[in-house]
């Protein structure tokens, strides 16, 4: 669809930039902010100006965060001898929404992904190395069940367990609440070499 | 298993064409270039997501248009019924495939649901070229009878890819890849090895069921074989563990020549199938007819072993086959074929269908021209 006006072309085009949003999301968002008052319009453009000023990495674990060094690094009720390595901020919140996890997380930006320039120098790896010390006793890798996640954990352990740290990292397997009958069969698989004794 | 009917929009020169299959032998018969290898194509979106041969959901939709739709109802012996349509849209460059109205995501998990096996003069290079169409086959007919295997095949050629580039990259900087490089070598290894095993495996089974359908066609004189030839020095019998053993040495035996050429030299995807009649290697030795049966009797073993291994017996789409065999052989492989599942053959001639299929009750045959078709009337004389 072609409109006449430049202005509304360009917010559909900058909307169908993001993670996604197709073209004909695109377009359903731009005329939904066409028809919302102009200071509901302000408030949205505030947030996004706002992230971006007021979020930053934290200087320990590399998530984002507004105040430096963020909340779960700050928390006096954090165990800090356990590191939970993850990929994207987001795997944070998953794994903090368990309320099963006390120790604090350190944030890589990523996976290796030699086909996206993905390289380990683009992680936040010799941060990860400098947090390893005497105090630290275990480093969970929580990286992604496909073979990029797979290649950073190899990577990582590999770096990790001359330092004398304990290296471990998540068991992969069927979903609770899930009939065996329905596992799709990698995830069996992955389930039967993973097994353990009872 | 069989496919009730279908229904095609735009695609290829097919504006809207609409089918009732019989349950046996269906027949699209009409001139060059009038529509008939589409439907088969069409068939195969339906069982396979994708062509059979073109590369490219593009230049499927009927020139002019955005989308193409392939709707059908296959009937299956494991659940009944189920209502099959992918369609694809160049605009949004999205393909969407649903059983029952339910999405199937990814579009590698419909591999071997229903399960299907296509014979046609694109696959001529099985036989007659290198390595790759031969490669392209096994793993095609292991996928459609283990969804494990289809799921490691795509992991270990991602695993390349991603290996191959760390080479290419390294060798374009002159730097040491050594160690960006082992996260992909465990994996290429693992995977890798498991490909070997089943492939092996499959070689092992198959022998039999090749040796059957060729003298099935073919009613002696000729012995087929087929062996597998890894790309690594592995024993004549060998394990998982075997396998990922030797594949390690071998990578850090190739390792210079490998940063040398900035590619991954070897490992599964340099395997070779070799197939023989009488102890002769088909690609130097045998004739065009022979190239035409040994392939037509590998299409059919493959159905055989699909029917085994799958709980489904596979429909059969054979393009243009007939033209190429004598009428023994032709006349053979039509009364193997019209009585062992539901079959689609296309052809320009009708004269050998209204000779052979006997009980004409059993099939359908339809006239294609020039994107619509008819069906003819049963039974005429
Ligand atoms: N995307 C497309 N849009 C419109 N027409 C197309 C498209 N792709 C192919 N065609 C037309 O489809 C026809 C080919 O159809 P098909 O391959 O089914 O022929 P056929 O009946 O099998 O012929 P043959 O006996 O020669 O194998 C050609 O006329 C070609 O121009
Ligand atoms: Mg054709």
Redesign the interface.
Known sequence: MLYISESLNQLIEEFSQLPGIGKKSAQRLALYILKLPKEDVLKISQALVNVKERMKYCSICCNFTETDPCGICSSSKREVDTICVVAEPNDVLAIEKTSEYHGVYHVLGGSLSPLEGIGPEDLKVKELLVRICSDVDEVILALNPNIEGEATTIYLSRLLKPLGVKVTRLARGIPIGGDLEFADEATLTRALEGRVVV | MYLRNIRVHNFRNHTESTFEFGQWANILVGENGQGKTNILEAISYLCLTKSFYSHGDSYVIKIGNDIFEVEGVFNTERTGDQRVRVAYSD??K?KIFTINKNHIEPLS?VIGKFPVVICSPEHAPITNQGPIERRRFIDLVISQSS??YF?HLI?YR??L???N??LA?AKLQKADPTE?L???N??LINAGAYLMVRRQKFVDEFERYINSSYHQLVIDGELPSIAYEPSLPVDKSFNQQDAAKVFASELTRRKEREFQVGTTVVGPHRDELLFTINGLDLRRYASQGQHKTFLVALKIAEFFYLREQCNETPILLLDDIFSELDTVRAANLLELVSTISQTFITSTNRDLFDKNVADADSRRMFTISNGAVMEEQKNVA
């Open positions: 605009g949004q999205e998990s969804n494990i799921q992991e991602k695993i890819r991603n290996r580039k760390v990259e960006i082992e996260p992909w465990d994996q």
